[in-house]
């Protein structure tokens, strides 16, 4: 079965909840990295994504997100990322950002959420322009 994550937060550890496939999680953990490179001329590069949950009962073993989604929904915003490649395939990755697709304009995605180390952080990165010495990219911080 593919994962399927919803991880939800008013802003404050009462209101965090993280599910998978409709059941509670309880998490130490939750870390999502997608690096996204981008040649001179626009072009695709290719990229790197790290995903994973680390459980309350087994913190040190880390349980991959994908292949399948996590859904990310902070005060304001929402996120999603899809990849249901059963081989991980980073070209299979699809990103969603307020529910309008930004895959190729994703430059980098930082989601890191520690209960024990009392880390909460997540930002996307979107490469803005099209065409030669597109590089510039803005940045969002959603917590």
Do not use: K
């Amino acid at each position: 079965m593919m994962n399927s994550l919803v991880f939800e937060t008013q802003g404050d550890w009462d209101s965090t909840t993280l599910f998978n496939n409709g059941e509670e999680v309880f998490a130490d953990r939750l870390f999502v990295s997608l690096q996204r490179a981008r040649g001179w001329l626009g072009n695709d590069r290719g990229g790197e994504l790290t995903a994973y949950v680390t459980l309350q009962d087994s913190p040190d073993e880390e349980h991959g997100i994908f292949p399948g989604s996590i859904e990310i929904r902070v005060p304001r915003n929402n996120l999603l990322i899809v990849n249901r490649d059963p081989h991980f395939a980073f070209e299979s990755t699809q990103v969603y950002y307020q529910e309008i697709e930004v895959t190729m304009s994703m430059a980098e995605l930082y989601l890191e959420i520690d209960a024990d180390e009392n880390i909460v952080q997540c930002y996307i990165s979107l490469f803005q322009g099209h065409g030669i010495g597109s590089g510039n990219a803005e940045t969002f911080t959603l917590l």
